[in-house]
């Protein structure tokens, strides 16, 4: 990727939180939420990270935004070194970056109201003249599809939908180059969730916005992203463009994230299909020297515990950490797969 086409350049990031000490005399564990990530996203692109819950993917996010400090690594916002960014600096780089929380409820505050809520990014930043402000806003209003009366109105007033319209309004006040978006639909309804991403969707095109989106959910990201990296325990396991992950997932893991996904098939063969991992996920106190996902996969061999596999290249911008993928006629095998559920038998 040229460096013209590449928004957001993390390499090697490292996010350690240090605990209580766990004893007289002992000390302090560390638990490592992030351990040694990178990816790049092209910008008008949007990446999509993905895995369980403690998978290190918010923390991520967050380390990104400078929301929460960094143990090590680089991050580069076009020629701009986010990582070693400090007070005005870092509070002029945040125009060129802006988050969508979760929770559309909890990151609003309760007694603002929602015009005000929109506009206090204005004001604190000092984006643009002062009696411009209302103007803005009420664009902004209307861009996410609310209307110029709701203003006035309270959190409380709106639906969760109509919150996180709000929060989408409220960061692209700044008129941002890169949006996270951290499970920005995960706390929404089913029949809103697609409204939501449809909205994010219709921005990006219209504005140019690079997106970082965060999720556990794979059908909400394949709707939504143009690449796509799987975490697991601090690491990224598999990065690739969409079409080549759905596809064809390569890591174990990520197989059995896919398995997962709803099908148009119903719930009987998603059950039938489903690979079900044993066993929880190691401490990120005291990971294992091996692969991390060695004790719960299903097509693990000793060796995959004892060496840490490197994230390798296995087909043009896919890459996998995985000792067990095997190249074979250019043509990367995975080894395991998703079973394919017997049909039922047609009626007589």
């Known amino acids: 990727m040229a460096d013209t086409d590449r928004l957001l350049a993390v390499d090697d990031l490292k996010v350690h939180f240090a605990r209580g000490k766990a004893g007289w005399g002992r ?7 992030v351990d040694g990530v990178s990816f790049d996203i092209r910008r008008g692109s949007t990446l999509a990270l993905v895995g369980e819950s403690g998978s290190g993917k918010s923390s991520t996010a967050l380390a990104v935004m400078r929301l929460t400090p960094i143990t090590a690594g680089r991050m580069q916002l076009g020629a701009t070194d986010l990582a070693a960014l400090q007070g005005q600096a870092l509070r002029q780089a945040r125009k060129r970056m802006q988050i969508i929380f979760q929770d559309p409820f909890s990151s609003l505050n309760p007694r603002q109201r929602a015009g005000a809520a929109v506009r206090a990014p204005l004001d604190l930043m000092q984006v643009g003249r002062p009696e411009e402000r209302p103007r803005r806003v009420a664009e902004l209003f209307a861009a996410v599809g609310l209307r110029p009366e709701q203003q006035q109105l309270f959190p409380h007033q709106f639906s969760g939908g109509q919150r996180q319209r709000i929060c989408i309004a409220r960061a692209l006040a700044t008129n941002p180059e890169l949006v996270v978006c951290d499970e920005p639909v995960s706390a929404l309804d089913i029949a809103i969730r697609a409204q939501i991403l449809n909205l994010l969707v219709r921005l990006q095109r219209e504005r140019g916005l690079t997106y970082l989106f965060i999720s556990h959910d794979m059908a909400v990201v394949e709707h939504i992203c143009d690449a796509i990296a ?3 325990l601090g690491h990224i396991v598999e990065r690739a ?3 080549s992950f759905f596809a064809r997932p390569l890591h174990p893991y990520s197989v059995a994230l896919m398995s997962a996904v709803p099908t148009v098939s119903g719930a009987r063969r998603r059950a039938a299909d489903r690979i079900r991992l044993t066993g929880d996920p190691p401490s990120p106190i005291d990971p294992p020297e091996g692969c991390r996902f060695a004790g719960r996969c ?22 996998v950490r995985c ?4 190249v074979i006629d250019g043509l990367p095998h995975p080894p395991l797969s998703i ?3 017997p049909s039922a038998p047609s009626a007589p």
């Open 27 to 33: 000390r302090p564990e560390v638990v490592r939420a």
């Open 230 to 232: 799987v975490m697991y």
């Open 241 to 243: 463009p969409r079409r």
């Open 298 to 319: 299903p097509v693990a061999e000793p060796a995959c515990a004892a060496e840490l596999p490197a994230l390798r290249e296995v087909a043009p911008d896919h890459w």
């Open 323 to 326: 000792r067990r993928v095997a």
């Open 339 to 341: 079973p394919t559920a």
